[in-house]
Every structure is written in C-alpha cells, then in structure tokens.
C-alpha cells in the first residue's frame, strides 16, 4: 500500500479513537542548514516537541517545543554524526506517538549551489570567479568536507556556451574559484557553475546562466560606417540648404527705391541704347566724263552725309 494511503489511514484510526495523529515529518537541508518539518491539519491548538538523541536507545534532548511546525537542527547536529530526531504532538493532556526520522548531514544534506558568479570580459577571454558553498557559520563548504576526507573535499564545474548555440556546450572542472578562459573576440557566451565532492558523492545545483560579450580588436566597419553615415548626412544637409537659398535669390525683388526715383518716377537702370554709325558712299561722275554732246542735263545727286542710312 502506498505511504500516502498509509498515513490517511492511520490519520483516521487515531481521530476514531480520539487519539493525536504522529507528525507526518520532512527534512529540508543544505549545507549544514538543518531544518526538520511537519505537516498538521488535525487541530489548531496543538503544540510539538522537538528532540534528538545519537542512538535510538540513548536518552533524547529537547531542541523545540511550541506551536511551530519546524524546528532548527542546525546549531545541534555535527556533519558526520548519525543522529535520530523525533517530534510529538500535545493538546489538553492528549500526547500523539512520535514520529521518527533518522539523519546523518554527510550523507543526506545536500550540497549548495556557489553564489555570487561574476564574469569580466577581456579581449577574447573572460575571466570567472564566484564564492563556494557556505556552512552555516560562515565557513566554507570545503573545510567542512575536509575534516572528513583525505581525497580534495570539493571541486567545481564550469559550464559554457556561445548564446546563439545552446545546445553546444562545453565543460571545465576547476580546482579553484577563479579561472579564465580563452575565448572568441566579440562573441556573446553564457556561463553556469555547480560545485561538488567526489569523495561524499555530492553535487549541487548550477547556478542561473549569466551572459556577456568577449571583447576584440576594433573591427574598420565600426568606424567606417559611422563617418561614411555622417558625410553622406552632411552632403544630403548642405545641398538642401544651398538649393533652399538659391530659391530665395531668384524669388527676391529689388525695391521700388532702387528701381524709380521717388521724384520724377524715371527709372534709375535705364538700358543703354547701342548706336551704329553707316557711311554712304555715293559715286559723282566728273566733267570728262559727261557726254559731250547731250541735250539732257546731267542728274543732280544729293550729296552723302555721315550717319545717314540708304534707302
């Protein structure tokens, strides 16, 4: 029969029989982060009490009592101890059976994600760095694991990719919290680092993606397109603006001022007028030449002036 149908069954025996259902209990640990909760729908005004013992036949602490559905292990349990924990319920005389959960945090709390990724990027590299798993005292993950192994207690992987292409991803295990890697110039590339110990078989989550860009040598185009992009405005601008003034050249018309004088109304700009000067030359006949012996007298030819024009 499944637990679950285990529990609801004894959940409805012990209410038959008037009887305080046991906790139904859950661990939620990480690091050395201990926290050991239950789930309780029976009855509001119920309180619980928390316990811990090394063995199951050795005499318990209390550590919690109150109406709180979790109680904090953290400060009590060591890493590599073995440690059986219980919690009861109580309401107005009326005591539930305990509930039972063995736990040892070497083996059954895992290991954190590393926080606090950074990335900086380089020419054609980035350099990564991030912060290990914390105890809960603020001491590192890694000495914690150390006390308890002579292997290395805990390495890391580093996970990347570029940002167009996903589904191609490469992996480096690192010894450290820092490390740079060689990469392409001015390409964008995504980065994940999860942490764990071979020697404990432990790994943790990875962290969420972070994105940048590698950086690179100035490529001409980035600087080419720009000042081309600019001169090619600048020619556009000045055209407009030497063909918007010839328009207002050609549209402008000279004050009556200039062109009539304001007394006699005469115009001021009077065209010159071009004269050409004609000669005529009109040939006489001389005395040896009339005929001697003719009746008609000779014609009278008007004598040639400058200036005049023949008609």
């Given at each position: 029969?499944?637990?679950?149908?285990?529990?609801?069954?004894?959940?409805?025996?012990?209410?038959?029989?008037?009887?305080?259902?046991?906790?139904?209990?859950?661990?939620?640990?990480?690091?050395?982060?201990?926290?050991?909760?239950?789930?309780?729908?029976?009855?509001?005004?119920?309180?619980?009490?928390?316990?811990?013992?090394?063995?199951?036949?050795?005499?318990?602490?209390?550590?919690?009592?109150?109406?709180?559905?979790?109680?904090?292990?953290?400060?009590?349990?060591?890493?590599?101890?073995?440690?059986?924990?219980?919690?009861?319920?109580?309401?107005?005389?009326?005591?539930?059976?305990?509930?039972?959960?063995?736990?040892?945090?070497?083996?059954?709390?895992?290991?954190?994600?590393?926080?606090?990724?950074?990335?900086?990027?380089?020419?054609?590299?980035?350099?990564?760095?991030?912060?290990?798993?914390?105890a809960e005292n603020g001491?590192?993950?890694?000495?914690?694991?150390?006390?308890?192994?002579?292997?290395?207690?805990?390495?890391?992987?580093?996970?990347?990719?570029?940002?167009?292409?996903?589904?191609?991803?490469?992996?480096?295990?690192?010894?450290?919290?820092?490390?740079?890697?060689?990469?392409?110039?001015?390409?964008?590339?995504?980065?994940?680092?999860?942490?764990?110990?071979?020697?404990?078989?432990?790994?943790?989550?990875?962290?969420?993606?972070?994105?940048?860009?590698?950086?690179?040598?100035?490529?001409?185009?980035?600087?080419?397109?720009?000042?081309?992009?600019?001169?090619?405005?600048?020619?556009?601008?000045?055209?407009?603006?030497?063909?918007?003034?010839?328009?207002?050249?050609?549209?402008?018309?000279?004050?009556?001022?200039?062109?009539?004088d304001s007394k006699s109304?005469?115009?001021?700009?009077?065209?010159?007028?071009?004269?050409?000067?004609?000669?005529?030359?009109?040939?006489?006949?001389?005395?040896?030449?009339?005929?001697?012996?003719?009746?008609?007298?000779?014609?009278?030819?008007?004598?040639?002036?400058?200036?005049?024009?023949?008609?």
């Amino acid at each position: 029969m499944p637990i679950k149908h285990l529990v609801l069954l004894e959940f409805i025996i012990c209410a038959v029989s008037a009887g305080l259902p046991k906790p139904v209990l859950k661990m939620d640990a990480v690091n050395t982060k201990y926290l050991l909760r239950w789930n309780w729908t029976y009855s509001t005004s119920v309180n619980f009490t928390a316990q811990m013992a090394f063995s199951n036949t050795a005499s318990y602490k209390d550590i919690c009592f109150g109406v709180e559905t979790y109680c904090d292990y953290s400060a009590h349990l060591d890493y590599s101890g073995e440690y059986y924990l219980r919690v009861q319920a109580e309401t107005r005389g009326d005591r539930s059976d305990w509930a039972m959960w063995k736990f040892c945090p070497d083996a059954d709390a895992p290991l954190g994600a590393p926080s606090e990724l950074r990335v900086e990027a380089g020419v054609s590299m980035l350099i990564v760095s991030f912060k290990e798993p914390m105890a809960e005292n603020g001491e590192p993950m890694s000495a914690v694991l150390s006390q308890n192994s002579m292997d290395p207690a805990m390495a890391f992987r580093l996970m990347f990719w570029t940002d167009d292409a996903p589904s191609q991803r490469q992996e480096k295990k690192l010894n450290t919290t820092a490390h740079t890697l060689s990469l392409n110039a001015h390409t964008r590339y995504c980065l994940q680092v999860q942490a764990f110990s071979d020697a404990f078989a432990k790994t943790s989550p990875y962290t969420l993606p972070l994105c940048t860009t590698t950086l690179g040598p100035t490529l001409f185009w980035n600087i080419l397109f720009p000042l081309l992009l600019f001169l090619v405005l600048l020619g556009v601008f000045g055209f407009l603006w030497t063909r918007k003034r010839w328009r207002m050249f050609q549209v402008y018309a000279l004050p009556s001022s200039i062109v009539l004088d304001s007394k006699s109304h005469q115009p001021l700009l009077v065209p010159m007028e071009n004269t050409c000067p004609v000669t005529a030359l009109v040939a006489m006949p001389t005395a040896e030449q009339v005929p001697p012996f003719s009746d008609r007298p000779a014609p009278a030819f008007p004598t040639a002036r400058t200036g005049d024009r023949l008609l």
